[in-house]
Nanobody
Framework: QVPLVESGGGLVQAGGSLRLSCTSSTRTLTSYTMGWFRQAPGKEREFVAAIRSGGGSAYYSDSVKGRFTISRDNAKNTVYLQMNSLKPEDTAVYYC?????????????????WGQGTQVTVSS
């Protein structure tokens, strides 16, 4: 088990930016593929972005490509999701997730470690 803690959510106006962070106080995240997912009220959890353990490869959903950037700082044992040009439709609870392979990084049930989520609300 890899306990994950997200932070950085909040309320922001459309066009603004937020940076989410995900870390673990007990496990090193260096060797894990890390993903960000989100879930809006009444909707299924959807993939946002993922980055492989080496930090070289990253995937993004079409809805956030060009606006969001996933990165990792291994020295700080932290994964980030920089969110720019936010839109009201980005409003959701954002979850950090970890798994040991980079196979199918966009599929939520391939991840076996999840954080508790952080709320992001974008006002129009």
């Amino acid at each position: 088990q890899v306990p994950l803690v997200e932070s950085g959510g909040g309320l922001v106006q459309a066009g603004g930016s937020l940076r989410l962070s995900c870390t673990s106080s007990t496990r090193t995240l260096t060797s894990y593929t890390m993903g960000w997912f989100r879930q809006a009220p009444g909707k299924e959890r959807e993939f946002v972005a993922a980055i492989r353990s080496g930090g070289g490869s990253a995937y993004y959903s079409d809805s956030v490509k060009g606006r969001f950037t996933i990165s990792r700082d291994n020295a700080k044992n932290t994964v980030y999701l920089q969110m720019n040009s936010l839109k009201p439709e980005d409003t959701a609870v954002y979850y950090c997730a970890a798994k040991q392979t980079f196979i199918l990084p966009t599929i939520s049930y391939h991840y076996d470690n999840w954080g508790q989520g952080t709320q992001v609300t974008v006002s129009s």
